[in-house]
């Protein structure tokens, strides 16, 4: 079992670093690449590391102007909150409220 769980964490980071390498355009393969490694670090049990990759493809949806994929994003990147990590938090909440401020109402940021 525990074989399983590395293999998801090599493939996730894989994922994530061919994802973060492409970081200076949002292309779809940096998309697949980043939404990739999201459940292979939530099968291995990396909360903190399946938060950094949904947080990263928030950023990317919101570079693109996918809003709702954005908050989608970043909403589960609220994982972070559970792993204590407060710089991840920060990160996580600066992509939440600049989504909801771009979307609408300015007022579900505050509720974040």
Do not use: W
């Amino acid at each position: 079992m525990q074989g399983l769980f590395l293999s998801h964490i090599l493939i996730a980071e894989t994922y994530l670093e061919d994802g973060l390498r492409r970081s200076s355009e949002v292309t779809s393969s940096r998309l697949f690449a980043l939404d990739g490694s999201c459940p292979l670090y939530e099968k291995a049990g990396k909360l903190h590391e399946q938060s950094e990759a949904l947080t990263y493809l928030a950023q990317a949806y919101q570079a693109i102007g996918q809003y709702k994929q954005a908050l989608k994003a970043s909403n589960g990147a609220a994982l972070a909150k559970k792993s204590g990590d407060r710089t991840q938090i920060a990160s996580v909440l600066g992509s939440l409220g600049s989504a909801y401020v771009a979307t609408g109402p300015v007022d579900a940021a505050y509720g974040i």
